[in-house]
């Protein structure tokens, strides 16, 4: 062999000892890692499904929503009318088969109160300017006259209650009888009285002490001292409704609607001011003597018919009326929404006949969706829409039911087309059954910020919860208060 070969085979040994060196060593260093006890790894947290509820939190596709104490209502009320004062103050108001019921807030939503009070008739809430509450109640079988052998005599008086609330008040106080004058043979008691809140110790009831005639009694407190009566003109018909903060009284004379300050005890009657623009006929009277379909701030409003077959949105404050004319018909069983100066309505499209919504501001000047905001579903099914303009926009949500398909969807239209063009609607929360289902309570504007009353049930039981979930971006992103 020669010198360069013995070299060469050389040099490959020492590389194959270097090799192997390097190994071991490599191989010395990563066994003890190998035998270290391995770390714990921290847990992955996967947000619960939606419809997934504790007592304390509800998950919807749209964002978590924080669940209300038991204590301040049952899941099996109802809510009738929601008051939204100002950008804090709200009161949304129902009742359960013998309970009248009221939620509060005083900083738009992020805490509640409730007021509750047993009932066996009807009950009727009502809220002030200065954020006072009154509940009326009263029995709901008309009274009977003591003569049971006699059907010209009179009914006998039923009794009617109210329990005031003043501002921020923890409970309603005692029970403050109203002083009914005796009625007259062919006179009706008075049932689903509304009163018509002055302040938080003068409230008024419109009553009919005799047939086809009017009159205000006005109550207060436990031992405020009565007032007389105050009459209505015989030759208008009394609404029995209060609209706005504070109130005002309607009446019709003729095909007028006129309007005017419910007066404070012992004032007598303002002349009426005549709403322009309105077509009283017995169609736009018995919607203007119903519950009106929004509160917002001094205004209550309602969608009133229109002859031939037409409609209209009737806005009325103590100070102020707007006659609004829809740019479609309205849909049947249509709802309202309102808030910062604006209204939406459901309608019904002049092209096409689908179900559409129209935003209207409180000058007249209204914009109709150019496409549906939710697509509706192939198969038969009931549906139901609340919205709620903002600042910044409009919010509206799809309540759908079909068979044991539920639903419940968000449509917005931001800001600068509001009311004109819809994004893709979000599920909110959709299945099979009722197990699992999120209902939608009510849907509140306080201006720039949404908020969702929600009812689901508590996972694992047998319960329902009721959920509070906002927006402060007119329903982008939504959160517990």
């Known amino acids: 062999m020669s010198a360069q070969a013995r070299h060469g085979s050389g040099a490959s040994a020492a590389v194959r000892r270097h090799v192997a060196s390097t190994s071991l060593a490599v191989l010395i260093a990563v066994l003890p890692l190998g035998c270290k006890k391995k770390e714990k790894q921290e847990p992955i947290n996967v947000p619960p499904p939606p419809g997934a509820a504790s007592s304390d939190e509800l998950t919807t596709a749209v964002g978590p929503a924080r669940g209300l104490s038991s204590t301040l209502a049952p899941t099996s009320t109802r809510w009738k ?15 359960t088969e013998d309970e009248a019921i009221a939620l509060v807030t ?3 939503g992020r805490t509640w109160r409730s007021l509750r009070r047993p009932r066996d008739g009807w009950s009727a809430w009502s809220v002030g300017a200065d954020g006072s509450i009154v509940l009326a109640v009263g029995s709901r079988a008309p009274g009977r006259s003591k003569d049971a052998d006699s059907a010209a005599l009179p009914p006998a008086e039923e009794p009617i209650n109210l329990f005031f609330a003043p501002s921020e008040a923890a409970d309603l106080l005692a029970p403050s009888p109203v002083p009914l004058p005796e009625l007259d043979r062919g006179a ?13 110790e003068s409230a008024a009831l419109l009553i009919s002490p005799k047939p086809r005639r009017a009159a205000l009694v006005h109550a207060g407190p436990p031992g405020a001292t009565p007032a007389p009566p105050v009459p209505l003109p015989p030759q208008e018909q009394a609404l ?6 504070p109130p005002a009284l309607l009446s019709v004379r003729g095909r007028n609607l006129l309007t005017r300050p419910v007066p404070a005890p012992g004032k007598p009657l303002e002349a009426p001011r005549t709403v322009a623009g309105l077509v009283m006929t017995p169609a736009a009277t018995a919607a203007l003597s119903a519950s009106p379909a929004c509160d917002f701030g001094e205004w209550s409003i309602q969608i009133v018919p229109q002859p031939p077959d037409k409609s209209a949105v009737v806005a009325i404050s103590a100070a102020r009326t707007a006659v609004l004319k829809l740019p479609a018909k309205a849909a049947p069983l249509a709802t309202v929404g309102c808030g910062a100066d604006r209204i939406t309505v459901d309608v019904i499209a002049p092209t096409g006949g689908e179900p559409t919504l129209a935003a209207c501001d409180l000058k007249g000047a209204c914009v109709l969706a150019e496409k549906q905001p939710f697509h509706p579903w192939i198969e038969p099914h009931e549906r139901s829409v609340a919205s709620a303009p903002t600042r910044e926009g409009v919010a509206a949500v799809l309540t759908a039911r079909a068979a044991a398909r539920w639903g419940l969807y968000i449509a917005l239209s931001p800001s600068p087309e509001s009311g004109k063009l819809y994004e893709v609607p979000r599920v909110i929360g959709e299945g099979q059954g009722e197990r699992g289902r999120i209902d939608l309570g009510a849907l509140l504007s306080f201006g720039d910020r949404l908020l969702m009353l929600l009812q689901a049930d508590v996972t694992g039981t047998s319960r329902r919860g ?3 979930t906002v927006s402060e971006d ?4 939504w959160s517990p208060p």
């Not at 009318?81 to 009742?95: I, N, P, Q, T, Y």
């Not at 029995?240 to 903060?245: D, H, M, V």
């Not at 007119?474 to 992103?477: A, I, K, R």
């Open 188 to 200: 009706t008691p008075p049932v689903d009285s509304v009163p018509a809140v002055l302040s938080a």
């Open 106 to 108: 005083e900083n738009a």
């Open 240 to 245: 029995p409704i209060p609209y706005g903060r």
């Open 474 to 477: 007119s329903g982008l992103t």
């Open 81 to 95: 009318r929601v008051f939204v004062l100002d950008d804090k103050r709200a009161v949304v108001a129902g009742e």
């Open 466 to 468: 009721w959920y509070v």
